[in-house]
């Protein structure tokens, strides 16, 4: 069996959801729809959600949280794409606020340690998240062929683990 047939079977009961709901979720109510670059506004709404919860979180508890983030925006990403009949939509942003706490990983323990803020680690995630998002450099690009919700999020993930990289060689060096 093809991956995208199975993974497309672990996010059928997306289906069942009124397309109101599903489209709400993807673009995070109005953000997505009412704001101009949209993805920007989802990047934000990333790093309000980093703030709001690493402070509380361990990196066992974030990586369970967050790893379930990423599924939800897959299958809403995906629900949301079949319901606009558009391929990755501006407006569907939830990729971009699922993405976004990948960015950070391992930054705040080395931040801390060198004395860096805690919102320059957040400005600089944020900034370079919003980099390689926008350019999609080492290949990023290809991933959006990926099916689907995969496609939509996939990207975003690839992007987030890039900026990640250079926060963690930049707050180290800092």
């Known amino acids: 069996m093809a991956l995208g047939t199975t993974w497309r079977r672990s ?7 009124p397309a109101s709901v599903v489209i709400a979720v993807a ?14 506004w989802g990047t934000l709404v990333g790093v309000g959600l980093v703030a709001a ?11 369970l949280a967050e790893a379930g983030l990423l599924y939800l925006a897959v299958a809403f990403c995906d629900g949301a ?14 990729d971009e606020v699922a993405a976004t706490p990948l960015c950070f990983m391992g930054a705040f323990d080395a ?8 919102w320059a680690v957040l ?3 944020f900034l370079l998240f919003r980099i390689f998002d926008i350019l999609k450099p080492l ?13 939509v999020v996939v990207d975003d993930v690839a992007a987030a683990l890039a900026s990640c990289a250079v926060l963690n060689v930049l707050v180290r060096l800092g």
Do not use: M, N, S
Request: with cysteine; glycine share 12%; proline share 10%.
């Open 11 to 17: 996010i059928a009961w997306v289906d069942r959801l």
């Open 27 to 40: 673009t995070v109510g109005p953000v997505g729809r009412k704001l101009p670059a949209p993805g920007t």
């Open 53 to 63: 919860a690493q402070p509380y979180l361990t990196w066992a508890t974030a990586a």
């Open 81 to 94: 794409e079949r319901q606009l009949r558009q391929r990755d939509p501006g407006c569907i942003i939830l």
């Open 111 to 118: 931040a801390a340690q060198k004395d860096w803020p805690f």
């Open 123 to 125: 400005l600089a995630g």
């Open 139 to 151: 290949g990023i690009r290809r991933l959006q062929d990926c099916p689907g919700g995969l496609g």
